[in-house]
């Protein structure tokens, strides 16, 4: 079993920031890729990063320059600065991973954690 627990949002004002943990635990063998993705109101989920294990990243275009994704091991984070109102949505953790039980791959999601960005 494996299970991604998030943490880390709230509400903020526009240009604050916000720091968003995920830890990823359980039947693990390797994890290859953790992203985070969002979805707001109405919206389909859209990837805002993700990173392997080379490092190398990956943004979306509205988050490039503002958000940096880093990873430990099994963890992956999400530093959010200079937040906008239209970055508000639930965030999602995201890992594809090698199980240890079989060693098949499967792809794993948090329960997600509400970004609210507002005056």
């Known amino acids: 079993q494996v299970q991604l627990v998030e943490s880390g949002g709230g509400l903020v004002q526009p240009g604050e920031s916000l720091r968003l943990s995920c830890a990823a635990s359980?039947?693990?063998?390797?994890?290859?890729?953790m992203a985070w993705y969002r979805q707001a109101p109405g919206r389909q989920r859209e990837l805002v990063a993700a990173?392997?294990?080379?490092?190398s990243t990956t943004y979306a275009g509205s988050v490039k320059g503002r958000f940096t994704i880093s990873r430990d091991r099994n963890t992956v984070w999400l530093q959010m600065n200079s937040l906008k109102p239209e970055d508000t949505a639930v965030y999602y953790c995201?890992?594809?991973?090698?199980?240890?039980?079989?060693?098949?791959?499967?792809?794993?999601w948090g329960q997600g954690t509400q970004v609210t960005v507002s005056s």
């Open positions: 995201n890992a594809a991973l090698i199980r240890s039980s079989d060693y098949n791959a499967g792809n794993y």
């Open positions: 990173i392997p294990r080379s490092g």
């Open positions: 359980g039947t693990i063998f390797r994890i290859n890729t």
